[in-house]
Every structure is written in structure tokens, then in C-alpha cells.
């Protein structure tokens, strides 16, 4: 049974979006890496705030926790134990990022207006750059429950098969 869930994957995957959907089934407690680093004012916390933010929620006995923020795995993987990796194309990202555009979300304490070169750039290069490093530290918890989906299909056939859990766990 999934009680710290891990959700990884390149921007505009739609990583917030299948937390969201998780946490309605699971009734999990939901925490957005998003939320954790980024101020309104589009600042951010410094390293040693965001770790210590971090481990104080992988202490507690249940959660999900999307986004990737590789430096934080190191705290993050020992903790939990499912794994969903949104393993999808660069172009299926890059598109759900230009989707999102001057749209709330509660991942965000800001409404992207603008679409920014280097945040497009890091994702065409994600599966040549960051993807390789993904793996060879999901590869360091051969125990761990991965579960890769290839498409939002996949992810969203999954989704509809988990039951709905009516007791919230804390």
C-alpha cells in the first residue's frame, strides 16, 4: 500500500496534475516541491531552508511529493515507497507547458504569464541531460515500487483502477 509517494518526471508532464488526482483517490497528504522552494514574488528559499522543509515532511508517515529537484532526492528517495516516473516525450512536455500558460495552479504561487527560453530549453534537453541522472539514482533503490508510464493514457488507466481510500491518513 502506497503511503510516501514520490512523483517524478520533466516540467510539463503533468506531474501536479497526477499528485492532484492521486491525492483524491489515496486521500494522502499532498506537497508540492513547487510550493516548498518558490515565494509569490518569484524568489526562492535558500538550499539549506528547502532541505529542512524536506526532511520535515519525509519524517511524517504518509504524503505525496511531486516535482524532481535532484539535489532533494538524496532525502526523498530513502523515504518513500512508490515511485511514479512520468516518463513522457519532450514534446508532450513542452506542449503541456505552453497549455498551462495564464492559468492558476496550485502547485504555483504565481500564474506563468510568459514562456520562458531557458525553462523551454531545460526541457527539450531534459531527456538527454537530466533523464540519465534520474536513472542512475532510481537504480540506487532497486526495492523501491517504480512505476513508469510512457503517456498520460498509461498514467490515466492506472488512476481510474485505484480504488478510492475513505479515510484520510495523516
Same mark, same amino acid.
Not at 31 to 36: A, G, K, P, T
Given at each position: 500500500? +502506497?503511503?510516501?509517494? @514520490?512523483?517524478?518526471?520533466?516540467? /510539463?508532464? /503533468?506531474?501536479?496534475? #497526477?499528485?492532484?488526482?492521486?491525492?483524491?483517490?489515496?486521500?494522502?497528504?499532498?506537497?508540492? +516541491?513547487?510550493?516548498?522552494?518558490?515565494?509569490?514574488?518569484?524568489?526562492?528559499?535558500?538550499?539549506?531552508?528547502?532541505?529542512?522543509?524536506?526532511?520535515?515532511?519525509?519524517?511524517?508517515?504518509?504524503?505525496? +511529493?511531486?516535482?524532481?529537484? =535532484?539535489?532533494?532526492?538524496?532525502?526523498?528517495?530513502?523515504?518513500?515507497?512508490?515511485?511514479?516516473?512520468?516518463?513522457?516525450?519532450?514534446?508532450?512536455?513542452?506542449? /503541456?507547458?505552453?497549455?498551462?500558460?495564464?492559468?492558476?495552479?496550485?502547485?504555483?504561487?504565481? $500564474?506563468?504569464?510568459?514562456?520562458?527560453?531557458? #525553462? +523551454?530549453?531545460?526541457?527539450?534537453?531534459?531527456?538527454?541531460?537530466?533523464?540519465?541522472?534520474?536513472?542512475?539514482? @532510481? =537504480?540506487?533503490?532497486?526495492?523501491?515500487?517504480?512505476?513508469?508510464?510512457?503517456?498520460?493514457?498509461?498514467?490515466?488507466? #492506472?488512476?481510474?483502477? $485505484?480504488?478510492?481510500?475513505?479515510?484520510?491518513? /495523516?
Amino acid at each position: 500500500m +502506497m503511503k510516501r509517494v @514520490l512523483i517524478l518526471g520533466s516540467p /510539463g508532464a /503533468g506531474k501536479s496534475t #497526477f499528485a492532484r488526482k492521486l491525492q483524491s483517490k489515496t486521500k494522502l497528504p499532498l506537497v508540492y +516541491m513547487d510550493q516548498l522552494f518558490w515565494h509569490a514574488n518569484k524568489t526562492t528559499v535558500s538550499k539549506h531552508e528547502l532541505d529542512e522543509k524536506v526532511k520535515r515532511i519525509v519524517a511524517k508517515p504518509a504524503w505525496i +511529493m511531486d516535482g524532481n529537484y =535532484q539535489r532533494t532526492l538524496k532525502y526523498r528517495l530513502p523515504k518513500c515507497d512508490t515511485i511514479f516516473w512520468l516518463d513522457y516525450p519532450t514534446e508532450v512536455c513542452l506542449a /503541456g507547458v505552453k497549455a498551462r500558460k495564464g492559468k492558476p495552479r496550485p502547485d504555483l504561487p504565481w $500564474i506563468e504569464e510568459d514562456e520562458d527560453p531557458e #525553462f +523551454m530549453s531545460y526541457i527539450a534537453k531534459f531527456r538527454t541531460v537530466q533523464r540519465p541522472i534520474l536513472v542512475k539514482e @532510481l =537504480q540506487k533503490y532497486p526495492n523501491k515500487q517504480i512505476i513508469v508510464f510512457h503517456s498520460r493514457q498509461e498514467a490515466n488507466l #492506472f488512476l481510474h483502477k $485505484i480504488k478510492v481510500n475513505e479515510k484520510p491518513h /495523516g
